[in-house]
């Protein structure tokens, strides 16, 4: 089936640490690619998207994500994280026009 | 005031009963989505609609029913066949309909406890 495969389910980091979040994809095609994020009692917010073009896309709050299409992966990083990106991560895929996320990653940033 | 309406936020209903959970938009976007979001499994595609009177199962339609009467509404209709009912329900709109390269936008979300 296919699917959308986020590696860590829950990331513990010291503030200024860097982050790398995994995130995998088995649809064929084109796609378009998001992160959303969660925070504790809020709703979905949008970080970044790539739909085309630059594979290196800069979002909101310092992060950005890289998009390999050999390797089907859309990978979010950020290279000092703060106490305030304590939060659950999502990624998103767009084969067409259905949207199917990741089971999601929690990120818990010790201050 | 813009946006997404999901009602009401907290639903509880007994077991056995249908429920109807509501989404409005005023975005004029032409999809809308539902999703269901449980701990450890992201979310989940019920349903999605790109046109009024419109609408495709996702993954997981079975004990779901929705409509797609009008643009601004979406309403989802959580039968008694639903094995698992209780869960934390998200509607999402994006502009859709030929510009499927657009992000979706989210409401608040409907909490539904069956009991």
């Known amino acids: 089936a296919q699917s959308v495969s986020q590696h860590n389910h829950h990331v513990i980091l010291s503030e200024a640490a860097s982050l790398e979040l995994g995130c995998n994809y088995s649809?064929?095609?084109?796609?378009?690619l998001f992160w959303y994020v969660q925070y504790p009692g809020q709703h979905l917010q949008l970080l970044l998207k790539?739909?085309?073009?630059?594979?290196l896309v800069k979002g909101i709050k310092g992060f950005e994500a890289e998009f390999i299409k050999s390797k089907f992966s859309f990978n979010l990083r950020k290279p000092s994280v703060q106490w305030s990106d304590t939060a659950e991560y999502f990624c998103?895929?767009?084969?067409?026009?259905?949207?199917?996320f990741g089971a999601g990653t929690r990120l818990t940033v010790k201050p | 005031d813009g946006g997404i309406t999901q009602s009401p936020k907290y639903l509880f209903r007994k077991e056995g009963q249908n429920v109807t959970l509501s989404c409005e938009q005023n975005?004029?976007?032409?999809?809308m989505y539902w999703y269901r979001q449980d701990p450890g499994q992201g979310l989940r595609l019920i349903y999605y609609s790109q046109i009024v009177n419109d609408f495709q199962k996702g993954d997981i339609a079975e004990g779901y029913s929705v409509s797609r009467e009008k643009k601004e509404s979406f309403p989802l209709t959580v039968t008694s066949a639903q094995k698992n009912p209780t869960a934390f329900y998200l509607c999402?709109?994006?502009?859709?309909?030929?510009?499927?390269?657009?992000?979706?936008?989210f409401g608040q979300g409907t909490r539904l406890t069956v009991v």
């Open positions: 649809y064929g095609g084109t796609v378009n």
């Open positions: 998103a895929v767009k084969p067409g026009n259905d949207m199917r």
């Open positions: 999402a709109t994006s502009m859709g309909q030929g510009r499927w390269n657009t992000e979706a936008f």
């Open positions: 975005l004029n976007h032409d999809a």
């Open positions: 790539y739909f085309s073009g630059d594979p």
